[in-house]
């Protein structure tokens, strides 16, 4: 099959060696790119084609991998020029996001799949997850494309906006614990206690993503956390380091005040109450 590539960066070059790897010519279009993305594009096989125009022209699906502040004025200017076939939005944004340009490929003719990578470029001893949702047909297509490389297809359901919205649980949970690790390893440098908090992190668990029973003991205790993170707020400032990521935790747990030592609550219902 021949596919479209946009953008290929470290990611969008490694998924489309993965597809010319399984037989299939991908194009990509150099125009306004830069050299460090002619050579991903090169050693990942793609061929060159002299327009955006003449690489939908000549393909049945487009991938679309790019920074997520692109995704949306990219799509738009792919409705523009008419383009039918497969258009695979693979970018991490959020469901709504996804719902326009769904709404404006779909105008144009096209059929779009929500696509949503998560793990590292995929490569011969790696392998990335792409999760796909939307229409069955479209989907299928898509899924047959991957099936059997490293970039692993793996259905979700018919609706578009649901492979994004599991981009961004997973990833703000993957990203925003890591930001907030590096703050709290800078604070526990200040006062010399790293060896301290590298000890106590040993202790620790399984993550709190992997299970959730976790959720009920989290609301039940929420009522002392709220302050500690106020407090680890203002020691975060104190120490010239970003405070924000506690004070959002200061925010959520404030949202399970009336569960208030409820040992008994359920995690369906503590994530309701979430909810405003």
């Known amino acids: 099959m021949i596919i479209g590539l946009l953008h290929p960066g470290n990611m969008g070059a490694a998924v489309g060696a993965q597809l010319v790897a399984a037989g299939h010519r991908v194009s990509w279009c150099p125009a306004g790119r830069s050299a460090a993305s002619a050579r991903r594009a090169t050693a990942a096989g793609l061929h060159t084609v002299g327009s955006v125009a003449e690489m939908l022209a ?3 699906v487009v991938f679309s991998i790019c920074p997520p502040a692109n995704a949306e004025e990219l799509a738009g200017e792919i ?3 008419g383009f039918a076939g497969i258009f695979v939005e693979s970018n991490a944004i959020n469901p709504a996001r996804m719902g326009r340009i769904a709404d404006r490929l779909h105008a144009a ?3 779009v799949v929500d696509g949503a990578i998560i793990g590292p470029p995929p490569s011969a001893d790696r392998s990335a997850r792409l999760y796909l949702s939307g229409p069955p047909a479209a989907v299928e297509v898509v899924y047959h494309l991957l099936a059997g490389g490293q970039a692993e297809p793996r259905r979700v359901d018919d609706r578009i906006g649901s492979a994004s919205a599991l981009k961004m649980a997973y990833g703000c949970f993957q990203k925003a614990s890591r930001a907030l690790a590096a703050v709290s390893h800078a604070l526990a440098d200040d006062y ?3 060896e301290h908090l590298l000890a106590e992190a040993d202790t620790l668990g399984a993550n709190a993503l992997a299970d959730r029973r976790h959720v009920s003991s989290v609301a039940a205790r929420a009522w002392r956390w709220e302050p500690e993170m106020v407090e680890a707020a203002d020691s975060f400032r104190a120490a010239r380091l970003p405070d924000a990521l ?3 935790a200061a925010a ?3 949202r399970w005040a009336p569960d208030k030592d409820d040992w008994d609550i359920d995690p369906e219902t503590a994530l309701t109450h ?3």
């Open 252 to 254: 959520v747990f404030h």
């Open 192 to 194: 010399g206690v790293a």
């Open 274 to 276: 979430l909810r405003e």
């Open 79 to 81: 409705a523009d020029h």
């Open 246 to 248: 506690a004070l959002g």
């Open 109 to 111: 003719g096209a059929r």
């Open 58 to 60: 000549g393909s049945e």
